[in-house]
């Protein structure tokens, strides 16, 4: 009974590592929209039996990364309008309101966690480090979070988020991006400085709008594609 217990924790602890990779590999786009995922290939990869893929596969299948088809087998899912859509207005709703309330409890100990946030993405920024630069994205956010005594919040916006994280990969356009992220952020940070809680929401809500226009790109195409 023990020796069955402590596989099915093994199983299921190899399972959550390969659904955190494969969730990973396909919001950064190193798994493109709609290529093939193979469950012998993955698992031969990492090195896992096929079981922990399948359950991984399935948990992603539920968070709409990846599409499985009965005796066609699995893809990775498009990058989908109307999901990014609903994703943004949800993050902005609640990234909106937290940020306004961090407004109102930030120390100068916090200020500072979010100035060496910042110095640390110019110098992801100076070296072209897109994945370090997205990873400090989320510190920042997440900061903002803790300070308005919110995390757990943020913990809920994570799956939320995917969908805008892979439209983020897939346009960055360096190093443009880069230098409007960063500016971003000082303009977010002075304002919880200041305190100002309605220019913290005005830079907020004009920071997560950005991902609107390559969405809207994104849009058009599908358009004209349908009509051609």
Not at 187 to 212: E, K, S, W, Y
Request: glycine residues 4%; proline residues 3%; contains cysteine.
């Amino acid at each position: 009974m023990a020796q069955a217990a402590l596989t099915l924790m093994k199983t299921r602890s190899t399972a959550q590592s390969v659904y955190e990779l494969l969730r990973g590999e396909i919001v950064m786009n190193l798994l493109r929209p709609e290529e093939t995922i193979r469950e012998s290939a993955i698992a031969e990869r990492l090195g896992v039996s096929r079981t922990p893929v399948r359950e991984a596969l399935l948990r992603l299948a539920d968070l709409g990364l990846v599409d499985i088809f009965p005796q066609s087998g699995t893809r990775v899912a498009p990058i989908r309008i109307g999901k990014v859509r609903a994703a943004q207005l949800i993050r902005e709703a609640v990234e909106v309101e937290v940020v306004s309330r961090a407004a109102g409890f930030a120390t100068t100990a916090d200020i500072a966690s979010l100035d060496l946030i910042i110095d640390d993405q110019i110098r992801a920024s100076e070296r072209g480090d897109m994945r370090r630069l997205f990873e400090l994205d989320e510190d920042f956010h997440r900061a903002i979070f803790a300070i308005a005594g919110c995390l757990g919040a943020a913990d809920e916006l994570d799956d939320v988020k995917l969908h805008l994280d892979r439209l983020r990969y897939l346009s960055v356009d360096w190093p443009r991006s880069a230098s409007h992220i960063i500016a971003d952020h000082r303009m977010i940070r002075d304002a919880i400085a200041a305190p100002d809680a309605g220019a913290a929401a005005a830079a907020m809500r004009t920071h997560l709008r950005a991902i609107l226009v390559p969405l809207d790109m994104m849009s058009r195409r599908a358009e004209a594609a349908v009509a051609g």
